[in-house]
């Protein structure tokens, strides 16, 4: 069991309505998961709710993409609404941890005015078995939902027959952050996640994450995965092209695929790809939900 972060789980790209965003994953080579509904709790001891908020999500044998949007207007949204007023995109940074009190405790002697364990809960499709969660949510970051997730139930949540994609995306290997302030932000994600931060080549700072076996999904490995956090100069040398909507800004997430980027260049070279280095393909966040998706070796 380890007081610290260990690993990315998943990332959370937000709109408004859920059909459009998914329509685009799917053409982008992804199988996804049923609409499911959220529910959960607001505060550690408060009753378990209903929430207005629903999900599909891309599983990876290493962490997951989740697509959230406003399935109930009405009901509590889990704060998507407020998160789509900044910008339709990636809102969401969830790393993985395997103990949840001990990392509370961490936090609290940090100084990161906490309140407890969160739980949330959903069922994994229509009528299905009810899949659940702990978090440890860093209270208020202007840069998004910046949590630590443990699950109780991954095998409910990575099934198989959601895992076959046609791109041959297989893990979540790094996220990118860009800040007007990179070093109070990435401050906060190292008191979060308790890591030590490290300079960053082409400028700012970066979180590198051990690994834990099958703490990002069950059949995950023990892998390094990262978050980049970088000034706006930064950006155009990094993901080319890419416009900042608003700071913080949430700008990519890199996906490893298991065929060296073959499927990617047959099912989508059609579209505008941009090239980077190493063979890598960045898919504009025009066709990724507001979020640039980078697909590597």
């Given at each position: 069991?380890?007081?610290?972060?260990?690993?990315?789980?998943?990332?959370?790209?937000?709109?408004?309505?859920?059909?459009?965003?998914t329509d685009?994953?799917?053409?982008?080579?992804?199988?996804?998961?049923?609409i499911?509904?959220?529910?959960g709790?607001?505060?550690?001891?408060?009753?378990?709710?209903?929430?207005?908020?629903?999900?599909?999500?891309?599983?990876?044998?290493?962490?997951?993409?989740?697509l959230?949007a406003?399935?109930?207007?009405?009901?509590?949204?889990?704060?998507?609404?407020?998160?789509?007023?900044?910008?339709?995109?990636?809102?969401?940074?969830?790393?993985?941890?395997?103990d949840?009190?001990?990392?509370?405790?961490?936090?609290?002697?940090?100084?990161?005015?906490?309140?407890?364990?969160?739980?949330?809960?959903?069922?994994?499709?229509?009528?299905?078995?009810?899949?659940?969660?702990t978090?440890?949510?860093?209270?208020?970051?202007?840069?998004?939902?910046?949590?630590?997730?443990?699950?109780l139930?991954?095998?409910l949540?990575?099934?198989?027959?959601?895992?076959?994609?046609?791109?041959?995306?297989?893990?979540l290997?790094?996220?990118?952050l860009?800040?007007?302030?990179?070093?109070?932000?990435?401050?906060?994600?190292?008191?979060?996640?308790?890591?030590v931060?490290?300079?960053?080549?082409?400028?700012g700072?970066?979180?590198?994450?051990?690994?834990?076996?099958?703490?990002?999904?069950?059949?995950?490995?023990?892998m390094?995965?990262?978050i980049?956090?970088?000034?706006?100069e930064?950006?155009?040398?990094?993901?080319?092209?890419?416009?900042?909507?608003?700071?913080?800004?949430?700008?990519?997430?890199?996906?490893?695929?298991?065929d060296?980027?073959?499927?990617?260049?047959?099912?989508?070279?059609?579209?505008?790809?941009?090239?980077?280095?190493?063979?890598?393909?960045?898919?504009?966040?025009?066709?990724?939900?507001?979020?640039?998706?980078?697909?590597?070796?």
């Open positions: 069991m380890a007081e610290t972060a260990l690993a990315l789980d998943h990332v959370g790209i937000c709109a408004r309505e859920l059909l459009p965003m685009a994953y799917e053409a982008l080579g992804f199988s996804l998961s049923p499911a509904l959220q529910s709790r607001r505060t550690p001891d408060g009753p378990v709710e209903q929430y207005g908020s629903g999900n599909r999500c891309a599983f990876l044998k290493h962490g997951y993409i989740e959230l406003i399935l109930q207007p009405g009901l509590f949204d889990n704060n998507v609404s407020d998160f789509t007023k900044r910008y339709t995109g990636m809102h969401i940074l969830a790393m993985g941890m395997d949840a009190e001990g990392n509370l405790a961490r936090m609290r002697r940090a100084g990161i005015p906490i309140p407890g364990v969160a739980h949330l809960q959903r069922p994994v499709e229509a009528g299905g078995p009810i899949a659940k969660f978090r440890l949510p860093y209270p208020d970051a202007p840069e998004g939902r910046l949590q630590l997730i443990q699950h139930t991954p095998e949540v990575w099934q198989e027959r959601w895992m076959d994609h046609a791109n041959q995306a297989e893990a290997t790094e996220v990118l860009v800040s007007a302030e990179p070093a109070v932000s990435a401050a906060r994600l190292s008191k979060l996640t308790g890591l931060l490290e300079p960053r080549m082409a400028g700072f970066v979180l590198r994450f051990p690994g834990g076996a099958r703490v990002a999904g069950p059949q995950a490995p023990v390094e995965t990262r980049s956090i970088l000034a706006a930064d950006l155009p040398a990094t993901l080319p092209g890419v416009a900042i909507p608003d700071l913080p800004f949430m700008a990519a997430m890199f996906v490893k695929t298991s060296g980027n073959a499927a990617v260049r047959r099912l989508l070279g059609h579209l505008p790809l941009v090239a980077l280095a190493d063979g890598a393909l960045m898919v504009p966040p025009d066709l990724g939900g507001g979020a640039a998706l980078v697909f590597h070796a």
